[in-house]
């Protein structure tokens, strides 16, 4: 177990300094699932609110970052995976405020 745990903070120590905004956004929705998850089975719309919250900051973030950044090959996939959390964001906004 400790070899495993070791290997997983070298890896996650090496990304936030490699690529700490990608690192930033991987966090915000690996909290963004535990948020939703927690969501589903505990129905509180706290819950939801949060992870809409989470999304919509990384889906921000990686707009941001695509638009100022040089032109890359991955941009439009960049682009279209933004576009999509940011629906999300706004699907999960919808059922929050069927909760309510």
């Known amino acids: 177990m400790t070899r495993i745990s070791r290997l ?8 936030s300094q490699e690529h700490p905004p990608r690192f930033v ?5 690996s909290l963004a699932g535990v948020m939703l ?3 589903v ?5 706290p819950y939801l609110v949060l992870s809409a919250s ?3 900051g990384s889906a921000a973030s990686i707009w941001v970052r695509e638009l ?3 032109h890359r090959g991955d941009r439009k996939v960049r682009l279209l ?4 959390m940011l629906s999300l ?5 919808l059922l929050s405020l069927q909760e309510v």
């Open 25 to 29: 956004e991987l966090v915000m929705l």
């Open 68 to 70: 100022i950044s040089p």
């Open 89 to 93: 964001t706004g699907f999960l906004m």
């Open 8 to 15: 997983v903070w070298e890896t996650l120590s090496l990304a």
């Open 81 to 84: 995976q933004a576009t999509a």
């Open 37 to 39: 998850v927690l969501w």
């Open 41 to 45: 089975f505990d129905e509180r719309w």
């Open 54 to 56: 989470y999304v919509l």
